[in-house]
């Protein structure tokens, strides 16, 4: 997407920290919180649709889920960052945008153990447009891999992870697509850097399992769209190779939403029927 007008640091609004609304610009910490040094804050993507988010209370489930699977518990209950994310949009005046919130241990000691550290949330929302400037995106395949589920905890929104996927983004970025496609430790399909991977093949739905990537919300409102519709989902492991079967590709995800592929490396692809279905049942949904 086109990058922010503002910075994101220097904007006018309020920020939910810690159980209060701070001016936009106050909200900081300091350099030697601890997950600054060893990557385990966790963080949700949330979309604003006419005023209200779309699955809040599913987002922030995941939200402590992903500081669980770090072997740490957030202050808040799911009810209370419930509470708190509509005071924070509500707050800012959004009818549409983006929320993300943040959860990070503190920087009350430093070293590769976090015991002692206090555990800090925060919440802003801002407004933000769609994620690709394309109707259809081309990808390429990434060099980096998504890693086993016996050195990473997949299933956290965990910021450690994603310094694979900032890696993967920005070589795509650079040499001319619009974002990477990843394979797993094994050369399974596995992901995009912020999205999930679709592959219509014979009028069926395939996607891979959640062994290695984010299990997205919207691929799990995506899996029932369709289904609803009839159409045949499978959930499996799928090898590169089959690419070159699929008649349509597409991503799914909070903030590119449901993303037409046009292109994974030399493979061309149509905006085919199921894809364009999809997009209109999930644009429906989240407005309803
Ligand atoms: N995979 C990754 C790596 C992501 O960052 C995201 C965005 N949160 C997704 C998948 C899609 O998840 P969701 O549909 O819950 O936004």
Redesign the pocket.
Known sequence: MAGPALPMDDRDGVIWYNGKLLPWRDAKVHVLVHSLHYGNSVF????IYNGKVF?LT??SE?LVKSAKMLAYDLPYTVEELDAATRLVVAENKLDGGYVRPLAWRGAEVIGVSAAGTKVHVAIAAFPWGAYYAQKAIKLCTSRWKRPSPESSPAGS?AAG??II?TLAKDEALAAGYQDALMHDYKGRLS??????LFLVLNGELHTPTTET?????????VMALARTRGIKVVEREIWPDELAKASEVFL?????EVQPVASIDKLQYEVGPVTQALIADYAALVRS
């Not at 799914?252 to 590119?256: F, I, L, S």
């Open positions: 949700e993507g949330e979309r699955e599913k987002h995941r929104k992870l994603y996927c992901e995009a850097t912020g999205a999930n990537i984010l299990n997205g919300i919207t691929r799990q409102t799914t995800g909070t903030a590119v």
